[in-house]
């Protein structure tokens, strides 16, 4: 009976808790390839400035690692990093959409 | 001597030209700052970070690394690591660093 009765309790925990660990999400950059639509009017040129408050080249950012591009965009969303383009855009952004460009542009 | 309306134009125009990526940091001594203080997170070849949540800097654009280390400097840009690193920073070790970064062959790129 008590055996019956954790046997089921550990049957229902168990997804529970692998559900629990997926709480992150997952970069999946082919879906991140539908969301650069944002981006690219900016990191794809070539020598492209941005102007306001300082000018200076946009970073590129096809070949970064995925934590730091997922940080920067987490960081744009909460207000550690200030440049209001970027701010403006990041805010617009899920979990899942920055995961999934991260994991995009880390790969190209 | 004093700048006439018409003359203002003529200055924003170059200063606008100007501001190029070409930095007037020394490369060599950007080395030998980035040695100490710099590659036991970056990398060496600053292509190679020891946690994937650091960016690599080789080859990314000059004038950009120098907006970030001052920004780091005046705290405008937040990350407790970075924050202390850059405050002991020169203006001229931050321009030699920038340099030295940019001048690294690396994998970034402005693809799509």
Not at chain 2, 74 to 87: C, D, F, G, T, W
Request: hydrophobic content about 45%; overall charge positive; some cysteine.
């Amino acid at each position: 009976m008590i055996k019956k009765a954790l046997i089921s309790a550990a049957l229902v925990a168990l997804p529970l808790a692998s559900q629990a660990q997926g709480a992150a999400p997952k970069g999946d950059a082919a879906a991140g390839a539908k969301k650069v639509s944002m981006c690219i009017g900016c990191h794809a040129i070539p020598g492209y400035k941005a102007s306001f408050p300082n000018v200076y080249s946009v970073p590129m950012i096809s070949g970064q690692t995925a934590g730091y591009l997922a940080a920067a965009l987490e960081q744009y969303r909460k207000g550690d990093r200030s440049h209001p383009t970027m701010r403006a855009i990041a805010a617009s952004l899920s979990d899942q959409d920055i995961v999934d460009l991260a994991a995009y542009y880390a790969a190209r | 001597m004093r700048v006439m309306p018409g003359q203002w134009l003529a200055i924003a125009m170059l200063a606008a030209l100007g501001a190029s990526p070409v930095l007037a940091g020394d490369v060599a001594k950007g080395r030998e700052k980035a040695d100490q203080v710099c590659a036991a997170c970056h990398g060496k070849d600053g292509n190679t970070p020891i946690d994937p949540s650091y960016p690599k800097l080789a080859g990314q654009h000059g004038d950009y690394l120098v907006r970030a280390l001052l920004d780091y400097k005046s705290e405008q840009r937040k990350n407790a690591i970075m924050v202390a690193q850059a405050k002991g920073l020169s203006r001229a070790d931050i321009d030699n660093l920038s340099a030295f970064y940019a001048s690294l062959p690396g994998t970034l790129s402005h693809k799509r």
